[in-house]
């Protein structure tokens, strides 16, 4: 894509940018009051995963300001909004990816939000409001970490990548043990803060890998634009590009033949 053609193409979106980051701060100034409380109205839902009465007012509100500004647009969120488009495009929101860093007290969990235009996720944002990180990515204009320009690093080989693994026990039932043994076995080290971060860190050049053995459009939407924004490789095991495969590997240009042979995910 041309210079011209990719800014043009990343303008289309620039005020619905703007409105998500706004969104995603006041979201994260809710989500802040309750992590300062202890025992924020913890539940658990059915698949045994935590939600706090945090989760619900956060999407509550990102589905109000969104609903303010895009009334034509469709909405679907983790914690149950939802409303059809009108427009052919969709908000997708997870009002706070790592509930359970959120109800453990570490600062790894986000704010993250995605918009889907014609069956492309065209921007997104996952923000840490613990740490103070914004990281967005706008299709055709770049992935940014606080506003500074960010890249996947440049490793190439298995030995030399640190690998991030999110969901070992769904990994295994998809691809047997082996594979994700190999890795561990091979890769430089093995680290991994929780999913979203494990994102940024990739983004940042930090880690070459992630694997995620489950998750739902809500975890992948912003994290694939962020991906392919800094120069990574966003795929699933079953070879394509979905961000509702319930898996998803990104990696660094470079490790991408390697992944696909051992995960056995055709090109």
């Given amino acids: 894509m041309c210079h011209a053609t990719a800014k043009a193409q990343s303008m289309t979106f620039d005020h619905e940018m ?25 539940q658990e839902k059915e698949d045994l995963s935590p939600v706090t009465i945090a989760d619900t007012e956060c999407e509550k509100l990102i589905t109000r300001l969104l609903s303010e500004e895009f009334p034509e647009d469709g909405i679907i969120g983790e914690e149950g909004a939802f409303r059809s488009s009108r427009s052919g495009r969709r908000w997708i929101i997870d009002p706070i990816d790592g509930t359970r860093d959120f ?13 889907e235009a014609d069956s492309q996720i065209v921007l997104g944002l ?9 990281f967005h990515a706008l299709r055709g204009a770049g992935c940014f970490w606080n506003d500074a320009p960010t890249r996947v690093s440049q490793v190439n080989r298995l030995e030399r990548a640190l690998l991030m693994i999110n969901g070992f026990a769904a990994l ?3 691809t047997g043990t082996d594979p994700i043994r190999f890795l561990t076995e091979t890769c430089w080290t093995v680290r991994s803060y929780s999913g979203c971060y494990d994102v940024t860190m990739i983004a940042r050049g930090k880690a070459d890998i992630w694997i995620s053995g489950s998750g739902r459009e809500w975890d992948y939407a912003p994290a694939k634009v962020i991906a392919e924004e800094c120069g990574a490789r966003f795929f ?14 990104i990696c660094t240009p470079g490790l991408e033949p390697d992944l696909r042979k051992v995960l056995c995910a055709p090109k």
């Avoid at 980051?21 to 202890?38: D, I, K």
């Avoid at 109800?103 to 918009?115: C, E, K, N």
């Avoid at 996952?126 to 103070?132: A, D, S, T, V």
Wanted: a neutral charge.
């Fill in 172 to 174: 295994w039932t998809k």
């Fill in 236 to 249: 699933n095991m079953n070879g394509n590009d979905r961000i509702d495969a319930d898996n998803c590997i």
């Fill in 18 to 42: 703007d409105v998500a980051l706004r969104t995603g701060r006041r979201a994260g100034e809710v989500a802040l009051r309750y992590f300062a409380q202890e025992g924020a109205g913890e």
């Fill in 103 to 115: 109800v453990r007290r570490t600062p790894f969990w986000a704010v993250q939000i995605a918009l």
């Fill in 126 to 134: 996952i923000y840490f409001p613990r740490l103070e990180e914004m």
